[in-house]
Nanobody, 125 residues
């Protein structure tokens, strides 16, 4: 079965950086897309970024473009989210997710099949 395990969250000051990792297993990577979502207290889960495993094509939410970079390491079956210039509004639980690739990037959380347990990111002002 699909297993997704996030790591790398923590507490950082505004303007700082963090790198999240998601170790994945249990599916055919070449036919999947993986993504990052986040959920702040009292808010709905929202799309952050996604990457097509086969091509490496990436997609990011406007709110993080230019600050967050999604990438993957084929040899390690691991996806990353490098976050820079962090802001207090980036504070949330960050989730790794996976689903079979579609023609268009799917940003609706309920349409993603598998999820990690989440990792907390807290940005202090």
């Amino acid at each position: 079965q699909v297993q997704l395990v996030e790591s790398g969250g923590g507490l950082v000051q505004a303007g700082g950086s963090l790198r999240l990792s998601c170790a994945a297993s249990g599916f055919t990577f070449s036919s999947y897309v993986m993504g990052w979502f986040r959920q702040a207290p009292g808010k709905e889960r929202e799309f952050v970024a996604a990457i097509r495993w086969s091509s490496g094509s990436t997609y990011s939410a406007d709110s993080v473009k230019g600050r967050f970079t999604i990438s993957r390491d084929n040899a390690k079956n691991t996806m990353y989210l490098q976050m820079t210039s962090l802001k207090p509004e980036d504070t949330a639980v960050y989730y790794c997710a996976a689903r079979p690739a579609a023609i268009m990037v799917v940003t609706t959380p309920r349409l993603w099949n598998d999820w990690g347990q989440g990792t907390q990111v807290t940005v202090s002002s």
